[in-house]
């Protein structure tokens, strides 16, 4: 007779909604594979809502604009103003050991190449160059330049699953293709877009980050100095290396900014279901569902016309202006959206809802990045201060959302429009950062009086006001088209 | 201090979590092939019922377990996938009755989402590729060539990212799959897909249907002719396929298992979580679906996997309740049902709870789980050896030896028992009244010491004596015949069957040898019993006077011995009987540590008898005893029956519903449980929990307190306070209100059984789910949410106490588990693993001291002595961590250091201290810790806490051990034995398998020469070494 076949195990009834308590009970019965209920327990809207603060990571002398975990998840890689790589013990809060990167600006990227025991790590820097810092086991420390751009390289990515591969975008405008096996760089293409009616002028578009889709590593998704996020085929990009030929499978706007001149791009994120989240300079955040049947444009010169134009679901109450901020998902299946904001606070909302279900004191001003560890729901951060801060689910009785928080958010949604006509350039907020670095002095610890939250929201609304006149200024020194990049 | 540890199975586990059936060990046979977890048992279909012929471990946990036959067989061959993402493909060879690996690999990818849903694998029907699905997104295909060999595999993009269930379909020219998903919206839908095996990519498939039920969670495949898919969801079963689309509404369930019934696939069973068998029928005219029907059949237990056998016989594998095998009857009973159950195989699992107590008050402890869930659920009592259930007893001094005899040859039945002294002989015997009464045989000799007796053919019975054998009328019991012995010779030792009679007579003389290859020292007092035969195979089993038995085996046609083996029955001289039960034979061996000697698997088998010194013991199969045994200890003759004969002997007492936390009670002489009811008689699942109190000797329910609604009991303790003589039950609960994700209510109910009865003493509400309860100073130590409470029992002016708080500790994500050992205090965070706290009493307050900074999701935890502490953890790992007071940093001091890693393989649920096992002062094992553990999947475990010099010694006897024994499948054992969890793998450290070391017992005698020689330690020696540790469980 035929094989009769049985059903395997047992499957998940995956009907009811989550609860925690009834959880650990399914957990012990084996109804619950204890893998899945990790997972749905880390996602938990009370384990986010316990986010405190751990511990701050002090060692840099410099603001930090860059953190990484490895792939087990129990060292932080951190960079800094000061040029210094340090590797971290952040459970412990000590400092492992630190080295120099060999760069000669701000470091803006850290990234572990994975599977070689995180002992290669690749670095980014104002400066524009891509340096390699290749560890001993004697704890010798080899730095060596890969690749440079013209302009900052804010962001690096590595293809998935490789120790040897990366790509890295600047403000050149420019991807670049690199394999440690050859230590080779390899200009792909530079990015453009065409500006008013006139389709036969292209404008580089000065690039501020790149992400890979892990769903389908050969997609990468870049955004930068204009509207659109553009998303291309690696495995095009190489064949057209030669002809320089700028082509991408799909392009992501928000219907209202089609067009405006005065937003940029500063973060891109995927998320493991293939959506992009994208985050705009004093404008929201945006998140992209996939669309499959998507075609790739026949040249650059249509490729506005072919760009989808979606209901996005739209995340806010932050603000973001003065720094290249980059935006995240956080959760075990990244149920939540991540950012850092100009008035100091990191914000978690639903993905799903877009409900701010989280308000931490980050940074004095500032919070620039955060990066989510690879396996728990803990959280590194680093903004205008010169340490790295960690987030950990903590038994501390604490509101989730601060009793002022829509005082939080109007403030900065004032600020947002205020800013709204006002054009921002590298330059200006290269200023910027400059400005805020005097103010550090001036810096006044916020974690142990929740009452001043209100009085530093004055302090910085009147820096704020202040910045306004510093712009009139700085648009008398630079004349001309604002979207011009001097470094060509 | 002892980091080494010893991890060892009490009890295998008894979870079925696969089944199959097909033609495995011939093209003749019908086997029926069961995996439970990390076993796997193959079993015949006989005219006789299931006939069990392979029970062996694989190192993994199997994820799937599949029959194929490849082009050209004519049996199937077994595809088994571990969790670990490892495969092998087994075949069957006839001559040997072995597993032979026919293929074997490694399906992990590097980067990949490891799925949520459980891992799916599947084989095409028609041969032509394996299907895996273990990433996120991921579809990995292993093709066979045209010869059915595996080639190389190979990844498939797979746009569904929250994949159900995933299935091969019948009839396709093309190999094709239909996946059962979930979008964003969580919508359910099924789609198809062709594998095109040369692009290695997927195809657009026939056809797709959307939005299903929304609790769709399983697909079956429908063979040939009628082809297609059925979806069974929790409201509607759904025929789909490129012609057709049929749908019935069902009572609302959850489906979790199906057997196909016909080859035609036109008939299915389908078993729910209420335990509800259903047949599913797909009604057609001419290959065309025109309907659906079901129709109820009757209840089994809750079934994970059914397997249709032959002829309306049923196999039903549980993971909540005991396994059974079925018969569906024509007719239904009085009850409706048509469900007869013909036999039941024991389940544990899954053990949520247990406790270890020494019910009979032996020295040795038994352990009561809570077992099972839903209707399924309910309590065992595992206990190590064999019970005699006493029907008789007679105080008797100075038994020397024991004979049932039968008053004619043909009577079925035992009529008398001769009891032997020193000087004299007496008979006993069943009267009218089945009453024991002394009576005589006139034939035998009475004023002397029996050394012998047996019945004889022709209505004749022998007894021998030191001088003489006499025969005698077993009607008349007159003397008939007598050999005397000749002048100045006596009789030492005398057997005998039903025709002859063996006298063997000890010469002292020099030069005296045995006639065969055996060789037998130390032989003062030998007691020999001859042709034991067990499952077929003959031994020789010989006695030693200082408590040893060897064995051998023996070639009847030859006379040759071979396989020596040596093992400790104790420390007293051994007198040997057999004895017959359920069909089967078995030897008793009666000394001052009496055991059973019996067969399973072709391997003889050691259970010790729950009694002390027994000094003669005698089959006595009398009509008002039926298979009932006399035993002789000291001043006492007992007649008594026989649990059955296994090592550990399980009691299941049936509840009826689910007893979720268990604890006993010295000194009310009653279990406390926290049980709760399933009522699905009420429009929807509903629940009642309770609080329930036991008698420890017949476990019926004395008394009952019910929880309020939404009241969870949590955790439940027995203790008493200070300055208070009483002991009381507390209860530890939690409300689980719908609305919230987690409780921020709950009680401390306080309890004294008087008069029988719960009566509630006092009660203290909690800002949170009480999730575990400690004895600690005096006081009451609650962990409640993310806390740790101190209460003290506080005198009030009225003359009653209440719980009033001291102090706490807070930080936990959920302190989920909490042990005490003086003013210490070991915390397991569901997230954070284990941390250390320590209580000041003067200050009243709780401090840190020091935690484990890896980040373990913690399932158990225990503290093995001052300084070590034991967990368990999600990804079915053992680990200890270790106080370091003397480091020289603060943050050395604060760090809990990770001193042992383990994968066992099992999640487990408790850990208790306590032994299965009768502590003997004289033994060397007796001395050694040990924790007990219990498991899901009903696995009963000991951890034992070694010196370093015999952890040495075993490392190297576990290494090669390695060498010698290989995994089923080609499957690793180091591999399966490091730690590993989804951020790190390592090898495993100061923990060794007591499985694999304890399995050198059961190697042959070439193979243990060979690891005698590498450890350059003699066999005898490893045996014992080994045969100790077995006493340890």
Redesign the interface.
């Known amino acids: 007779?035929?094989?009769?076949?049985?059903?395997?195990?047992?499957?998940?009834?995956?009907?009811s909604p989550?609860?925690?308590?009834?959880d650990?009970?399914r957990?012990?019965?084996?109804l619950s594979?204890?893998?899945?209920?990790?997972?749905r327990?880390?996602a938990?809207?009370?384990?986010v809502k316990?986010l405190d603060l751990y511990g701050k990571l002090d060692g840099h002398e410099g603001c930090v604009n860059a953190v990484e975990f490895n792939s087990?998840?129990?060292i932080l890689v951190s960079g800094s103003d000061d040029r210094q790589i340090m590797f971290w013990n952040w459970?412990?809060k000590?400092k492992l050991f630190a080295y120099p990167s060999g760069h000669t600006d701000n470091i803006f990227q850290t990234k572990i190449m994975p599977?070689t025991d995180d002992c290669r790590i690749v670095t980014s820097a104002g400066d524009g160059q891509i340096r390699l810092g290749l560890l001993w086991e004697d704890g010798r420390v080899d730095t060596t330049m890969l690749g440079k751009h013209h302009g900052c390289v804010y962001k690096l990515a590595v293809e998935?699953?490789s120790a040897h591969i990366f790509y890295s975008s600047g403000e050149d405008g420019f991807i670049q293709h690199f394999d440690l096996r050859s230590n080779s760089a390899t200009k792909l293409f530079c990015c453009s877009s065409s500006i008013g009616n006139n389709k036969q002028t292209l404008s580089k578009v000065g690039l501020n980050s790149i992400v890979i889709d892990?769903?389908?590593p050969y997609y990468f998704a870049i955004g930068g100095s204009d509207e659109y996020a553009r998303v291309y085929d690696m495995r095009k990009c190489q064949w057209d290396s030669a002809r320089n030929s700028d082509r991408p499978v799909n392009t992501f706007c928000p219907r209202h900014l089609i067009g405006s001149n005065n937003v940029h791009i500063t973060g891109l994120a995927y998320s493991?279901?293939g959506e992009l989240l994208v985050s705009y300079n004093d404008e929201l955040i945006y998140l992209f569902?996939k669309n499959?049947h998507s075609d790739s444009s026949p040249s650059s010169a249509t490729s506005e016309d072919s760009k989808n134009i979606h209901e996005a679901q739209v995340y806010s109450g932050h603000r973001n202006a003065q720094t290249i901020k980059g935006v995240n998902f956080f959760g075990p299946?990244d149920e939540y959206v991540l950012s850092g904001s100009d008035c100091g606070h990191i914000f978690i909302w639903k993905k799903k809802e877009a409900k701010l279900v989280r308000l931490m004191v980050g940074d004095q001003h500032v919070v620039n990045q955060h990066e989510a560890h690879?396996?728990?729901p803990?959280l590194a951060t680093c903004g205008i201060e010169k340490n790295v801060k960690i987030w950990a689910?903590?038994?501390?009785d604490i509101p989730p959302l601060p009793g002022n928080v829509k005082e939080i958010m109007e403030t900065n949604r004032q600020g947002r429009e205020d800013r709204s006509q006002v054009t921002l350039t590298p330059d200006v907020i290269m200023h910027v950062l400059r400005l805020q670095r005097r103010q550090t002095l001036a810096y006044i610890e916020r974690r142990h009086n929740r009452a001043d939250i209100v009085s530093d929201e004055e302090d910085a609304e009147g820096y704020l006001l202040g910045f306004l006149d510093g712009d009139a200024s700085s648009e008398e020194d630079y004349p001309g088209n604002s979207r011009d990049c001097n470094i060509s | 201090m002892t980091i080494w540890n010893y991890v060892v199975t009490a009890h295998k586990p008894t979870n079925v979590t696969h089944s199959c059936v097909g033609n495995f060990t011939s093209p003749q046979d019908l086997n029926l092939i069961i995996a439970k977890c990390t076993r796997i048992e193959i079993h015949l279909l006989s005219p006789q019922g299931l006939q069990p012929m392979l029970d062996v471990p694989i190192y993994g946990r199997i994820a799937t377990l599949e029959l194929f036959r490849p082009h050209g067989e004519a049996q199937d061959y077994l595809f088994i996938a571990t969790e670990r993402y490892k495969f092998c493909v087994l075949q069957w060879d006839s001559e040997t009755g072995e597993l032979v690996t026919r293929a074997m690999g490694d399906v992990s990818d590097r980067i990949g989402r490891p799925t949520d849903n459980g891992q799916i694998g599947i084989i095409d029907p028609d041969c032509r590729l394996i299907g895996l699905h273990l990433y996120d997104g991921l579809f990995k295909v292993i093709p066979f060539d045209n010869k059915g060999q595996l080639k190389e595999a190979f990844n498939i993009r797979l746009e569904e990212l929250q994949v159900l269930d995933i299935k091969f379909l019948y009839g396709c020219s093309k190999p094709t799959i239909v996946v059962l998903y979930q979008d964003n919206k969580d919508a359910r839908h099924v789609k198809t897909y062709e594998v095109a095996l040369k692009d290695k990519d997927f195809v657009e498939g026939p056809w797709s249907q959307n939005n299903l039920d929304n609790g769709a969670d399983l697909l079956i495949p429908v063979p040939p002719p009628l082809c297609g898919v059925l979806i069974i969801g929790e409201e509607t079963i759904v025929y789909c396929s490129a012609n057709a689309f049929k749908a019935i509404p069902i009572r609302p369930s959850i489906t979790k298992a199906y057997g196909r019934v016909d080859p035609d696939g036109s008939r299915y069973l389908l078993g729910d979580h209420t335990g509800l068998v259903s047949l599913l029928v797909i009604i057609h005219e001419k290959e065309k679906v025109t309907g659906l029907k079901i129709e109820p059949l009757g209840e089994t237990s809750i079934a994970s996997t059914i397997s249709y056998l032959d002829n309306a016989f049923v196999y039903v594998g549980s993971s909540y309740g005991d396994s059974q095998l079925i018969k569906l009857n024509l007719q239904p009973d009085a009850k409706g049902s048509y469900v007869e159950v013909l036999e039941r195989y024991v389940n544990l699992g899954p053990i949520v709870d247990f406790c270890v107590v020494d019910l009979e008050r032996q020295g040795q402890g038994q352990v009561v789980t809570c077992s099972g869930a839903y209707k399924d659920g309910s309590l065992r009592v595992v206990r190590n050896g064999i019970g005699i259930n006493e029907q008789a007893s007679v105080e008797l001094q100075g038994i020397k030896g024991m004979w049932s005899l039968r008053s004619s040859t043909d009577d079925p039945f035992d009529t008398f028992l001769v009891v032997s002294f020193i000087s004299e002989t007496r008979i006993l015997a069943m009267n009218l009244e089945d009453e024991l009464e002394e009576t005589e045989i006139e034939g035998f000799c009475s004023q002397v010491q029996t050394l012998f007796c047996h019945d004889a053919v022709h209505n004749q019975l022998v007894q021998v004596t030191s001088s003489s054998v006499r025969l005698v009328s077993s009607t008349t019991r007159d003397l008939r015949n007598e050999w005397h012995a000749p002048s100045g010779y006596s009789v030492n030792v005398a057997t005998a069957n039903a025709t002859q009679t063996i006298s063997v007579r000890i010469f002292s003389l020099p030069g005296s040898e045995s006639h065969h290859k055996g060789t037998i020292r130390n032989n003062r007092r030998e007691i020999i019993l001859s042709s034991c035969a067990f499952e077929g195979i003959s031994y020789l089993l010989c006695a030693l006077g200082d408590g040893h038995l060897l064995n051998f085996m023996l070639n009847t046609s030859t006379g040759e011995l071979t396989d020596r083996k040596k093992v400790s029955l104790g420390t007293q001289p051994i007198t040997l009987r057999t004895f017959s039960s359920k069909n089967t034979t078995h030897v008793f061996a009666a000394s001052d540590r009496p055991t059973v000697i019996y067969s399973s698997n072709k391997k003889l088998l050691y259970s010790n008898v729950n009694l002390k010194e027994v000094s003669h013991m005698c089959p006595f199969n009398s009509a008002a005893f039926p298979d009932s045994l006399a035993i002789a200890k000291e001043g006492e003759l007992t007649i008594g029956t026989i649990d059955d004969i296994q090592k550990l002997h399980i009691r299941s007492i049936p509840l009826g519903e689910h007893a979720r936390r268990i604890c006993h009670q010295e000194q009310s002489r009653t279990f406390a449980i926290c049980s709760l009811k399933y009522n699905p008689a009420s429009g929807e699942d509903s629940e009642m929990h309770f609080v329930r109190l036991l008698d420890d000797q017949t476990f019926e329910f004395i008394s009952t307190y019910s929880l309020d609604t939404y009241e969870y009991g949590c955790f439940i303790i027995s203790c008493s306070f200070s300055d208070d003589n009483n002991v009381y039950y507390c209860v530890g609960t939690a409300y689980v209100l719908p609305e919230e994700m987690e409780p921020t209510k709950g009680r401390i109910l306080v309890f004294a059984v008087e008069d029988g009865k719960l009566q509630l003493i006092a009660e203290k509400e909690t800002k949170g789910a009480v999730y575990c309860l400690n004895a600690f100073n005096g006081k009451l130590l609650a962990a409640v949410g993310q806390k740790i409470q101190l209460y003290k029992w506080v005198l009030r002016d009225d003359g009653t106490h209440e719980l009033q708080s001291e102090c706490g500790h807070h930080g936990h994500i959920l302190a989920l588990y909490v042990q005490t050992r003086g003013d210490f205090i070991v915390v397991g965070d569901l997230m954070k693993s284990i941390s250390l706290l320590i209580y000041k009493h003067e200050e009243g307050a709780i401090e840190e001291r020091a935690r484990d900074y890896n980040a373990n999701w913690m399932s158990a935890v225990e503290i093995v002595d001052d300084d070590i502490y034991l967990g368990a953890e999600n990804s079915f790992n053992l680990f200890t961590v270790r106080k370091n007071s003397e480091g020289a940093t603060d943050e050395e001091r604060g760090r809990l250091e990770v001193v042992g890693e383990y994968h066992l393989g099992e999640f487990v649920n408790r850990f208790r201290h306590g032994s299965l096992v009768m502590r003997l002062p004289d033994s060397d094992v007796g001395q050694i810790p040990t924790v007990i553990f219990g498991t899901i999947n009903g696995v009963i475990g000991v951890i034992a806490s070694l010196p370093h010099e015999q952890y040495v010694f075993l490392e190297k006897l576990q290494s090669n051990l390695r060498k010698v024994i290989k995994g089923v499948g080609g499957l690793s054992h180091e591999q399966w034995r490091s730690f590993n969890n989804e951020k790190k793998t390592v090898e495993a450290r100061n923990f060794l398998d007591g499985d694999l070391i304890e399995s050198f017992l059961d190697l042959n005698r070439s193979k243990m020469d060979e690891i005698s020689k590498a450890l350059d330690v003699s066999v005898e020696e490893l045996c014992k070494r080994v045969e100790e540790l077995t006493r340890l469980h």
């Not at chain 1, 938990?44 to 384990?47: C, Y």
């Not at chain 1, 689910?393 to 501390?396: F, K, R, V």
């Open positions: 007779m035929e094989n009769l076949h049985s059903h395997r195990g047992i499957t998940n009834a995956t009907t989550p609860h925690g308590f009834t650990i009970f957990r012990e019965l084996g594979h204890p893998n899945s209920f990790a997972r327990f880390s938990s809207e009370v384990l316990s087990t998840g129990d459970e412990s000590t599977f998935p699953g892990c769903r389908n493991s279901f569902e499959m299946n690879p396996h728990i803990i689910p903590l038994g501390n």
